[in-house]
């Protein structure tokens, strides 16, 4: 394994990280929920998980990746480095 | 382009407000939840802004801070061969309200005297225009005069903004700088740039020659693609600033100040980590005033140094990003004292019509 290669991360501490990042309640998303359904994915919060994705996984995204996102899973599978 | 000149100084900054500051809460009263406007609050840093009168206009908030320079420095007003003024909210359709200042002012017939239409980047770009103009003719001084009324919620009885972040984020502010031509001055370097391809990122394409009809989407007048501007802002003024510290052989240590254009926090915090300065050297003026456009980067100079008596000439580097796509550095000295407490003023200009 490289040594700079981050800890790969489990689905759970995904799912912890896009909470804070997103400021909801830890537990309350799940992979299958579509993102019309999480009042908070507004404008804000799609900024901050474009600077989490960069800090955290070197990802950088753009409006259209953003826009491609439907559900917390979609978001979920772009937390690799890539 | 790049430029670099050594006998222009900027001797006179001011900002002039309305007297009406609206904590950012008030927009509960206007249907925005608590929860939305403390979440926004806190990314964008915008706790309040200044809302200009129903008949004020950008001008009539450059015209004060301009006046106030003269006056306090005893400027001779034939001396002023340029005013430009950098706006996105003239007065009119015609003619350039640059000429109506230059009469409103008194200054002489012998100015030029013309609007430029830039947002975010017009204040470091009205630099490169002013200075190189002053540069080329025969008088002492330039006026720079730049801001906006992006604030205002409605036009010709429509409601203009239709996201919580548009509503939010802008306040209303008009700026005036002195540009000086002497011989003994620091050089004064300037990084200008555009991306045109990227036009569509911060746009207002309708009620104007090319869309003259408003369509019915429900979207408002002004179109923002937030994630596009981000990555750009952050990208780009990096990159940019970073080119000014290597041409100049300077480092962040070298600088009082980084006066950026006050976007969002976030985009200053994202900048400041990027180029390495640390975040005490960034001037903010986004909590206080909000985003006020090209006004942004002289009216942090007001709040930060304004009512200082340090005496002190200050290295400052700025960098103004947006609309266009624009973007550009600027690297220069000024003196405290020659920027002026903030103004405070309910004026507006009765033309007649």
């Known amino acids: 394994m490289d040594s700079n290669e981050k800890k790969i991360m489990s689905e759970k501490e995904k799912l912890t990280l896009l909470e804070e990042t997103i400021e909801v309640e830890e537990g309350s998303l799940s992979p299958v929920q579509d993102l019309t359904d999480v009042p908070e994915y507004d404008s804000m919060s799609k900024l901050s998980i474009l600077v ?18 439907k559900t917390v899973g979609d978001i979920l599978d772009r937390m690799k480095k890539e | 382009m790049n430029l670099v000149f050594d006998d222009i100084r900027i001797s006179g900054i001011a900002a002039a407000v309305s007297d009406n500051w609206s904590p950012i809460t008030d927009f509960v009263e206007k249907g925005i939840d608590e929860s939305t406007i403390k979440k926004f609050s806190a990314k964008t840093g915008v706790k309040g802004r200044y809302n200009a009168g129903e008949k004020q206009t950008t001008a009539d908030f450059c015209f004060a801070a301009a006046r106030e320079i003269i006056q306090k420095y005893s400027i001779n007003k034939g001396e002023i061969g340029t005013l430009v003024f950098v706006t996105q909210h003239p007065d009119y359709k015609s003619p350039a309200t640059a000429c109506v200042l230059q009469y409103r002012l008194g200054l002489s017939e012998e100015c030029l005297a013309f609007d430029v239409n830039l947002g975010c980047s017009g204040f470091t770009c009205g630099l490169a225009i002013a200075a190189s103009l002053l540069h080329m003719g025969s008088k002492k001084y330039a006026l720079l005069l730049c801001g906006d009324t992006s604030a205002k919620e409605f036009f010709v009885g429509r409601e203009t903004k239709k996201t919580n972040a548009a509503k939010m984020l802008f306040g209303d502010c008009g700026t005036s700088a002195l540009l000086e031509k002497d011989n003994a001055c620091e050089k004064m370097y300037l990084m200008e740039r555009t991306c045109g391809e990227g036009f569509r990122a911060i746009i207002s394409p309708y009620t104007w020659f090319r869309h003259p009809q408003l369509p019915s989407d429900g979207l408002g007048d002004d179109r923002m693609d937030d994630i596009a501007v981000f990555n750009f802002s952050t990208e780009k003024a990096t990159e940019l600033l970073r080119e000014s510290m290597k041409a100049t052989g300077t480092n962040p240590e070298d600088y009082d100040c980084l006066a950026l254009h006050q976007a969002n926090h976030l985009i200053l915090k994202r900048i400041a980590k990027f180029t ?78």
């Open chain 1, 52 to 69: 989490m994705m960069e800090d955290e996984f070197g990802v950088k995204l753009s409006g259209q990746d953003i826009r491609s996102f």
């Open chain 2, 276 to 353: 390495g300065f640390p975040e005490d050297k960034v001037l903010i003026s986004l909590d206080e005033f909000g985003n006020t456009s090209s006004a942004s980067i002289p009216v942090s100079l007001v709040k930060r140094y304004g009512n200082d008596d340090l005496g002190k000439r200050l290295r400052v580097l700025m960098c103004g990003y947006g609309v266009g796509l624009s973007w550009s550095t600027v690297d220069c000295f000024i003196d405290t004292d020659k920027i002026l407490p903030l103004i405070h003023t309910d004026e507006f200009f009765e033309d007649g019509y």
